[in-house]
């Protein structure tokens, strides 16, 4: 990312929508707090102004959810947010939504994509720039802060209250990102108690000085948050990776704190919008677990599985919620057809404050849901290289000899590269038993290749689930070590 990158492909994307009968149209531009982020997102705005859109630009970082909203509210063609999400500090990325909401997926992507490099041929001088764009007015943040407010449930769950006895108490940390800010403003907003925020991460921050990786998923990145939370007795602990898309719960129980996966807070927010009667289709990745579509099934409520992403998983029609492992929830389509953590933050802080009037808590729920349905737990294994063909390698390998069973089951391999009825194509491998399932894909933002792994057992087999947690461990861990024979790869 370098501003030469970031004028080219304003330009392609300024072309394209000329191309396709949107000159003059609303561009929405936002950007993080990294490195060069404002620079890359004022660039952005001149050069879509130089091409006759209307180019409104965000003046200061701001969640990539605010972006996402205001592409309907503002009434946009086309949206821009230049961040990198949770990627290490020494990157930076360029997302494109189209006026539907959702982020680009093929053939947009590719026509785009040709525009850019036509207009990588020319001198950069040559790119036509403006001074006409706008600055976003703050009612686009004011409408977004009363949307995500409004979705506390009626009525209003006493622990949440500001004259409760005892108020529901939380850590929150935004990972040295933009969430703060706007989090306090719906907290307002909405009348909830006040968290407790880890100072040392509160500030924007690109250089992410105390985490290795800005990701709520890697290890260590809450320990500050979780030790904060031991201290002040807390109830549970929120975190937003650095543009607050993606949101981490991390709950207290008899081993202490653990942060809940990607597929046990999409099954727990599923389980509640399910329970209370919202209706539409209920949606998530096919790297993620198979509980939610299980769930579905009991209750009624349609279901379907997308490939990878919230360009997939934001488009799908009438859409009630979807989410995917990677800490990805959409709570709100109607507003936002992307993931949103911070809309996420409240569904969460909802539902917690239900299951404290009720003398529970998330795992309370967590834990019906599994002895009704069946235990599904889930893992990852992942493998890090720059060598590309490393990665390529692995996947021709599993390829060519796929294996005749997985965990001592018969498996059925599905290359997904050549599609399904349900799937377009994409460069990953299904491998199902009966108890276990394994998806392997090779990484789409970071260069790993990932393994995403579930093992299931039936309900009469979860009735006592400190049993069938313990199985179900020994079962992940055995998985690991079998697809990491077959790659021919160390993982961690």
């Not at 982020?103 to 207009?119: K, L, W």
């Not at 509980?291 to 279901?303: K, N, W």
């Not at 990878?308 to 389509?333: H, M, Q, S």
């Not at 290359?415 to 491998?429: H, N």
Request: net charge negative; aromatic share 4%; with cysteine.
């Amino acid at each position: 990312m370098n501003r030469v990158v970031v004028s080219r492909a304003a330009a392609g994307l300024a072309r394209y929508l000329l191309d396709n009968g949107q000159g003059g149209g609303r561009v929405l531009v936002g950007h993080d707090a990294r490195h060069g982020s404002a620079t890359f997102g004022r660039d952005t705005a001149e050069i879509l102004a130089g091409h006759g859109l209307d180019a409104v630009l965000v003046p200061q970082p701001v969640p990539t959810p605010v972006v996402a909203y205001g592409i309907r509210a503002l009434g946009c063609v086309a949206a821009v947010v230049v961040t990198a999400s949770h990627n290490p500090a020494a990157d930076n990325g360029y997302k494109v939504y189209l006026g539907d909401g959702s982020q680009i997926i093929p053939p947009v992507d590719g026509e785009i994509a040709t525009r850019i490099a036509a207009a990588s041929a020319e001198p950069l001088a040559s790119l036509p720039r403006a001074a006409t764009w706008r600055t976003a007015a703050p009612q686009l943040q004011e409408a977004y802060v009363a949307r995500a407010a409004s979705l506390l449930s009626e009525p209003r769950p006493r622990a949440l209250a500001a004259d409760s006895g005892r108020p529901l108490r939380w850590v929150y940390t935004p990972l040295h990102g933009v969430g703060l800010a706007t989090v306090q403003r719906v907290i307002d907003a909405a009348g909830l108690p006040a968290p407790t925020v880890v100072a040392e991460q509160a500030e924007p921050d690109p250089d992410f000085p105390t985490l290795p990786f800005p990701n709520p998923e890697e290890p260590g990145a809450l320990d500050l948050a979780l030790g904060l939370a031991a201290r002040t007795g807390a109830d549970l602990v929120i975190a937003h990776d650095p543009d607050a898309d993606r949101c981490a719960v991390a709950v207290h129980g008899p081993d202490g704190w653990r942060m809940l996966r990607g597929d046990e807070l999409g099954v727990l927010l599923g389980a509640d919008l399910l329970e209370r009667g919202v209706r539409g289709t209920y949606a998530n990745s096919v790297v993620s677990s198979t509980l939610l579509a299980r769930m579905c099934a009991a209750a009624g409520a349609p279901h379907t599985t997308t490939l990878t992403g919230f360009k997939w998983i934001g488009r799908v029609p009438d859409l009630a919620f979807g989410y995917e492992e990677a800490l990805g929830y959409c709570t709100d389509p109607e507003a936002v057809s992307d993931k949103d953590g911070i809309t996420t933050m409240v569904r969460v802080l909802d539902l917690a404050g239900r299951c404290a009037d009720a003398g529970g808590t998330l795992s309370d729920v967590l834990d019906r849901v599994m002895r009704t349905h069946g235990l599904h737990a889930t893992d990852q294994l992942s493998f890090r290289s720059e060598e590309t063909e490393l990665i390529a390698g692995a996947m021709r390998r599993l390829r060519d000899a796929a294996p005749a069973t997985l965990g001592g089951e018969p498996v059925r391999t599905v290359d997904l590269r050549e599609g399904t009825p349900d799937l377009p194509p994409t460069d990953a491998v299904l491998l199902e038993a009966r108890t276990s399932r394994v998806v392997v894909r090779p990484s789409g933002t970071e260069p790993k290749l990932k393994c995403y792994l579930e093992v299931r057992a039936t309900p009469e087999e979860s009735t006592d689930l400190t049993t069938a947690r313990e199985r179900a461990t020994g079962h992940l861990a055995g998985l690991k070590a079998e697809i990491a024979l077959l790659l021919g790869l160390d993982g961690s």
